[in-house]
């Protein structure tokens, strides 16, 4: 079967997040053809699976090769900054999003900011971070802030059904012998 960029980055997806990173990698490098949609999977799919590092330098490699990142892109860039405890590099890309990309960071940029403020113990500015962006906070962010802060927790949800938020329910599904099962949580 010919893989195709779009197949391709399906594979990738498929692979990173069944945590098979090898068999994701090994697609990616036969691939003759990228585009920002298959970086961005292979980007995506080391940070989540603890190779932050490696993601960065992919990030690296896909600018020279002259593919423009587009904003899941930096989804993934951010992520792998979060989970390598780099804050400083973090920032700096952040900060790229808008200055040198021309992309408004949006809230998956922010939560993932709050993410690294937070694993780092920057909560004070996290917090900052969180009541100063353009963007409407939703439960998932508020959860970010918090995790591990279960006192504040409880708070932050009685504030927020005070003001009339409502929590997103976790979902999923699957398919079996043809049927579609969701699962909420």
């Known amino acids: 079967m010919k893989v195709d960029s779009i197949i391709g980055t399906a594979l990738i997806d498929m692979y990173a997040k069944c945590g098979c990173i090898d068999s994701a990698c090994g697609v990616f490098d036969a691939m003759?053809?990228?585009?920002?949609?298959?970086?961005?999977?292979?980007?995506a799919g080391l940070a989540v699976n603890g190779y932050g590092g490696k993601a960065l330098?992919?990030?690296?490699?896909?600018?020279?090769?002259?593919?423009?990142?587009n904003e899941v892109t930096f989804v993934g860039v951010l992520c792998a900054c979060s989970h390598?405890?780099?804050?400083q590099t973090a920032r700096w890309y952040f900060n790229s999003m808008r200055t040198v990309y021309g992309i408004e960071p949006q809230i998956e940029h922010y939560g993932c900011m709050v993410d690294t403020l937070g694993r780092a113990g920057l909560l004070d500015e996290a917090l900052s971070l969180v009541q100063a962006m353009p963007v409407k906070p939703n439960s998932?962010?508020?959860?970010?802030?918090?995790?591990?802060?279960w006192d504040?927790?409880?708070?932050?949800?009685?504030?927020?059904?005070?003001?009339?938020?409502?929590?997103?329910?976790?979902?999923?599904s699957m398919e079996v012998e043809g049927v579609v099962h969701e699962f909420y949580v």
């Open 32 to 43: 003759k053809s990228k585009d920002v949609f298959s970086w961005t999977a292979m980007i």
């Open 57 to 69: 330098e992919l990030f690296g490699r896909m600018k020279e090769a002259g593919v423009r990142p």
């Open 84 to 87: 390598g405890g780099l804050v």
């Open 140 to 149: 998932v962010l508020w959860g970010t802030l918090l995790a591990g802060r």
């Open 152 to 172: 504040d927790a409880k708070k932050i949800r009685i504030f927020m059904k005070s003001k009339g938020m409502l929590k997103s329910p976790g979902r999923s």
